[in-house]
């Protein structure tokens, strides 16, 4: 894969799981990247981390809450200062909310997840693509799910906030792709990330290694992915190598999502 020497990259969500092994494959090839996670305590010790293994790379860290409007425009300012230019957005903060059917889900927690997985990579976009443009164009890469691209029961406001991140990802391409900016969309199945494991806690809070063993078994894989996985991936969507796909949701799931309706 081509070098992204001389190239920035913004990551939010940075401190863990998909986010940091994204900012890891990247640091691999020589990015400087903007650190942004709403745990500073996280994300210092990621910085740590990457510095310690990546030393000709550039870390900026930036604290932030992504549905905060003012917060993200502060990043992307932050950025722009530090490094001169931003050559690639992966909008991955996110949150799954709660288990729980569409009747019974918490009104403000529906709300909360609304604000951060599509407000937060909407205003990621609207503050990232006039930098892009300045640039000669650029890449995004946002972070819908599986659960953008079908169903999944008891998951409504995940399930709606990735689809709309995944229309919202079709729309840019149209709209900016003659600006050299290229956006596409990861859709990641059950990855064994911090906040997938959370989730088998609430589905098997007495055993929740048996709730994984369970989901793993229906998978064509018989697997979860490894977030090294994700990271490649989004790698090659934000290098120059890509040069014509956009508009895309690209599944990464072991092919799970091919599966009709839930089994």
Same mark, same amino acid.
């Not at 990043?75 to 001169?84: I, R």
């Given at each position: =894969? +081509?070098?992204?020497?001389? $190239?920035?990259?913004?990551?939010? *969500?940075?401190? =863990? *799981?998909?986010?940091?092994?994204?900012?890891?494959?990247?640091?691999?090839? !020589?990015?400087?990247?903007?650190?942004?996670?709403?745990?500073?305590? #996280?994300?210092?010790?990621?910085?740590?981390?990457?510095?310690? $293994?990546?030393?000709? +790379?550039?870390?900026?860290?930036?604290?932030?809450? &992504?549905?905060?409007?003012?917060?993200?425009?502060?990043?992307?300012?932050?950025?722009?200062?530090?490094?001169?230019? %931003?050559?690639?957005?992966?909008?991955? @903060? !996110?949150?799954?909310?709660?288990?729980?059917?569409?009747?019974?889900?918490?009104?403000?927690?529906?709300?909360? &997840?609304?604000?951060?997985?599509?407000?937060?990579?909407?205003?990621? =976009?609207?503050? &990232?693509?006039?930098?892009?443009?300045?640039?000669?164009?650029?890449? %995004?890469?946002?972070?819908?799910?599986?659960?953008?691209?079908?169903?999944?029961?008891?998951?409504?406001?995940?399930?709606?906030?990735?689809?709309?991140?995944?229309?919202?990802?079709?729309?840019?391409?149209?709209?900016?792709?003659?600006?050299?900016?290229?956006?596409?969309?990861? @859709?990641?199945?059950?990855?064994?990330?911090?906040?997938? #494991?959370?989730?088998?806690?609430?589905?098997?809070?007495?055993?929740?290694?048996?709730?994984?063993?369970?989901?793993?078994?229906?998978?064509?894989?018989?697997?979860?992915?490894?977030?090294?996985? &994700? *990271?490649?991936?989004?790698?090659?969507?934000?290098?120059?190598?890509?040069?014509?796909?956009?508009?895309?949701?690209?599944?990464?799931?072991?092919?799970?999502?091919? =599966?009709?309706?839930?089994?």
């Amino acid at each position: =894969m +081509s070098s992204f020497k001389g $190239k920035t990259i913004i990551v939010t *969500g940075a401190a =863990m *799981g998909l986010g940091l092994a994204a900012a890891e494959s990247l640091a691999s090839k !020589g990015a400087d990247i903007t650190l942004v996670d709403y745990n500073e305590d #996280a994300l210092q010790k990621a910085k740590s981390e990457l510095q310690s $293994k990546y030393p000709e +790379s550039q870390f900026l860290t930036c604290t932030a809450d &992504v549905s905060v409007e003012e917060n993200v425009k502060a990043y992307v300012d932050a950025t722009v200062k530090e490094f001169g230019k %931003i050559d690639g957005l992966y909008n991955n @903060a !996110g949150i799954e909310g709660r288990q729980a059917s569409l009747v019974d889900y918490d009104v403000n927690v529906f709300k909360k &997840v609304v604000d951060i997985n599509l407000m937060g990579v909407y205003y990621g =976009m609207k503050y &990232v693509i006039p930098e892009l443009q300045k640039n000669g164009g650029g890449r %995004i890469v946002n972070v819908a799910s599986v659960g953008g691209i079908r169903g999944v029961a008891n998951q409504t406001a995940y399930v709606a906030t990735k689809h709309a991140v995944a229309g919202m990802t079709k729309n840019a391409a149209l709209e900016y792709g003659k600006f050299n900016i290229l956006t596409n969309a990861i @859709a990641p199945g059950a990855i064994l990330t911090p906040m997938v #494991a959370e989730a088998f806690k609430q589905v098997n809070p007495g055993d929740p290694e048996a709730a994984e063993a369970e989901y793993a078994s229906r998978n064509p894989t018989r697997k979860l992915g490894d977030p090294k996985d &994700v *990271g490649s991936l989004v790698a090659f969507l934000l290098s120059d190598e890509n040069g014509y796909v956009s508009g895309q949701v690209i599944a990464i799931d072991g092919g799970e999502s091919n =599966m009709y309706g839930n089994p």
